[in-house]
């Protein structure tokens, strides 16, 4: 109880100074894909990819990873890589000069129990393998990592950490504090730390955002990443979707691909797309 309270007032004082440091981080164009980037081209365009390329509209993956800054040669730590959507990108795009890591919640601090304690423990076993199937790179080149047993040897050589909508899960489920500690510790100190998030209307009810509905407020998410030893340096909009009014009654699986209210009003809910989504990257603070 006490950590948490402690936290609570960070995360007040660190709502209290967000208008300072947005204005010190404008919105940051991010990148257009071209032919000055061949190895994203490349990737991009990988017959592994052939099911994944109709969400390229909506996720803009070569747009997103030029405003995280990352190029090959970098190692690069992807958290909840999940079925694998941007491990297809990122593996081959890093090269051969380059690491892919997969991260996952630390079963240690975990809340969850049961089955999905299970699939955490598992994950740094399982997941080179199914990442190899993926991209035809050994599974030998693809290291995974609970966050709460990361090698020695492994902290502070990542130079870039993805979050792609997770941070609705890691706070209402108790991972943020922990997994948020262990993706500083795998971080450079110039390491940045790139995040994409379902994006709430600014004025909506903490009932619809809380993480339970997959929106959360962009201030919120950038006060409590900010409150775990971050500093935000950009904000984009590559990701965003107007059409999106945030508001569903299944919360963001309302829309695609999830499509949770199947045929009832399918054709309005594909016209409007994916969610709109915030793109936000921060800095390691010392």
Known sequence: MRKAAILSAVLLAAAAALPAALHAAPDAPAPAASAADPAMATALADPRRDKDRPRDAFRHPAE?????????GMTVADYMPSSGWYTRILVPYLGDKGTYIGITA?????????ETRDRL?????AFPAKAAGWTGVPEARIPAYTLDAIPAERKGTVDRVMIMREVHNMWPDGYLYNDLAGIRALLKDDGLLGIEEHRAKADAPASYTLGTMGYMREADVIALIEAHGFR???????????????NWPDGVWTLPPVLSQKDKDRARYEAIGESDRMTLLFAKRP
Do not use: H
Request: charged share 15%; no cysteine; glycine share 6%.
């Open 64 to 72: 997103t990873l030029a405003f995280f800054r990352i190029k090959p």
């Open 106 to 114: 630390g079963t240690a601090t975990a809340t969850a129990t049961g």
């Open 121 to 125: 423990a598992a994950f740094p076993a």
């Open 232 to 246: 935000l340096v950009a904000k984009s909009e590559v990701n965003a979707n107007p059409k999106d009014t945030a």
